[in-house]
């Protein structure tokens, strides 16, 4: 858990290196894709794993998004906490090895008092913290965690509401734990549903840790008026040389005007 002021970093060392120059390098070389900003994007999805199994995914999306990004709303789902709808951690930054990541207090004032704060530690954002510190070195983040029954497009309108120009990231994973064909189809499906702009094909049956995550994502590009959607970077943890029988799938997709 965490104290209110910031969020420590839990998940260093584990899904990220620990050493701070270790770190950084790491950053850099998976930003270093050939891929070329979209600045007419509002929003992504990326993968939250382990760096060694989905950082090459996160890294397309990071590099692929707008440059000139000052507000980061990153929406991820809760894997530990129970937490039912949704909140908003209302805090002064969240910690990593590169320092801490200020946190936009004002959209976050806002939201809580619609969506409330609760603050505990939660690898789905985290892991997003080192790529936005090192992409965008003086954004602010808002962090937005999604229980297990949310109201996505509420927390859209509220997000839009209180942050219209804010780049959103959504953290997700794909399918978990399938023999490597199986969860090529599943993700497949994932990735249609995203890619066909409409919120609610991303339904609860569709297998995406982050599916509300997304869902969201997709309620924000309505409100924006986005037009496009485009697949990024797909990879599962087979890549990362985690084997063929039991996959996890990475997805990175952006949503453009």
Same mark, same amino acid.
């Given at each position: 858990?965490?104290?209110?002021?910031?969020?420590?970093?839990?998940?260093?060392?584990?899904?990220?290196?620990?050493?701070?120059?270790?770190?950084?390098?790491?950053?850099?070389?998976?930003?270093?894709?050939?891929?070329?900003?979209?600045?007419?994007?509002?929003?992504?999805?990326?993968?939250?794993?382990?760096?060694?199994?989905?950082?090459?995914?996160?890294?397309?999306?990071?590099?692929?998004?707008?440059?000139?990004?000052?507000?980061?709303?990153?929406?991820?789902?809760?894997?530990?906490?129970?937490?039912?709808?949704?909140?908003?951690?209302?805090?002064?930054?969240?910690?990593?090895?590169?320092?801490?990541?200020?946190?936009?207090?004002?959209?976050?004032?806002?939201?809580?008092?619609?969506?409330?704060?609760?603050?505990?530690?939660?690898? !789905?954002?985290?892991?997003?913290?080192?790529?936005?510190?090192?992409?965008?070195?003086?954004?602010?983040?808002?962090?937005?965690?999604?229980?297990?029954?949310?109201?996505?497009?509420?927390?859209?309108?509220?997000?839009?509401?209180?942050?219209?120009?804010?780049?959103?990231?959504?953290? !997700?994973?794909?399918?978990?734990?399938?023999?490597?064909?199986?969860?090529?189809?599943?993700?497949?499906?994932?990735?249609?549903?995203?890619?066909?702009?409409?919120?609610?094909?991303?339904?609860?049956?569709?297998?995406?840790?982050?599916?509300?995550?997304?869902?969201?994502?997709?309620?924000?590009?309505?409100?924006?008026?986005?037009?496009?959607?485009?697949?990024?970077?797909? !990879?599962?943890?087979?890549?990362?040389?985690?084997?063929?029988?039991?996959?996890?799938?990475?997805?990175?997709?952006?949503?453009?005007?």
């Amino acid at each position: 858990m965490a104290s209110m002021d910031t969020l420590i970093p839990v998940f260093a060392g584990s899904f990220y290196p620990a050493d701070p120059v270790e770190l950084e390098s790491m950053v850099l070389q998976l930003l270093d894709n050939g891929c070329e900003p979209l600045e007419d994007a509002v929003g992504m999805v990326v993968p939250h794993a382990g760096y060694v199994y989905s950082g090459k995914t996160a890294g397309h999306g990071f590099a692929s998004a707008p440059d000139l990004v000052t507000t980061v709303v990153v929406i991820a789902p809760s894997h530990r906490f129970p937490l039912t709808g949704e909140t908003v951690f209302d805090i002064d930054g969240v910690e990593t090895p590169l320092g801490s990541c200020p946190v936009n207090r004002k959209v976050t004032g806002e939201l809580a008092r619609s969506i409330g704060s609760t603050v505990f530690s939660e690898h !789905s954002l985290e892991v997003m913290i080192p790529f936005i510190q090192v992409r965008w070195p003086d954004a602010e983040i808002v962090p937005v965690i999604l229980g297990m029954r949310p109201d996505c497009r509420r927390t859209a309108e509220l997000i839009q509401k209180h942050a219209p120009d804010a780049f959103i990231v959504a953290s !997700s994973d794909l399918s978990h734990f399938h023999p490597l064909a199986a969860a090529e189809k599943l993700d497949r499906q994932v990735m249609d549903a995203f890619l066909s702009l409409y919120p609610a094909e991303i339904t609860d049956d569709l297998e995406a840790c982050g599916r509300a995550a997304i869902r969201t994502l997709l309620y924000i590009a309505e409100l924006r008026n986005a037009r496009k959607a485009v697949e990024l970077h797909y !990879s599962t943890s087979a890549d990362g040389g985690a084997g063929t029988d039991e996959v996890v799938g990475y997805f990175s997709g952006m949503v453009m005007k």
